[in-house]
């Protein structure tokens, strides 16, 4: 088991900004990482990552990470939640899976994510045809 630690990772701009992301809970099913530069807990970025395991009848283990990204506004003086963008990359491992396919797997979610046909359908809304 791996010990929560920061996670940085950069952001989409042209010029890439790195995001720090903190352990703000962790627990081995469920860990939080939150992004805390806008010193407003509402428009705090987060990363969750979970595992859930095999067990009793249950032949799969699941991993899943989740990010969250809320947009504020400033409305009659209060800043509030405008919008928030999620995304969810759900892994289904089963018991049997060797560490090298379940490594395949990662690459090919990671790589297929970097892919000009897949980031246009997600950044542009240019749809596939």
């Known amino acids: 088991m791996a010990q929560a630690a920061a996670i940085t990772i950069n952001d989409g701009q042209v010029t890439p900004v790195a995001t ?34 095999a067990s009793g009848k249950s032949t799969v283990n699941k991993g899943r990470v989740t990010i969250e990204y809320p ?3 400033l409305v009659n003086g209060v800043t509030t939640v405008a919008y928030t963008l999620r995304a969810d990359v759900s892994y289904v491992l ?14 090919f979610v990671k790589n297929a994510l970097a892919h000009s046909l897949i980031q246009g359908a997600m950044q542009d809304l240019d749809p596939l045809y």
């Open 94 to 107: 089963p018991d049997a899976s060797t560490t090298a396919e379940r490594k395949n797997l990662h690459a």
């Open 20 to 53: 720090t992301f903190n352990p703000e809970s962790v627990t081995p099913g469920l860990s939080s990482f939150a992004e805390r530069s806008s010193g407003i807990a509402i428009g705090y970025k987060r990363i969750k990552v979970s595992n859930v395991f």
């Open 71 to 73: 947009v504020t506004a």
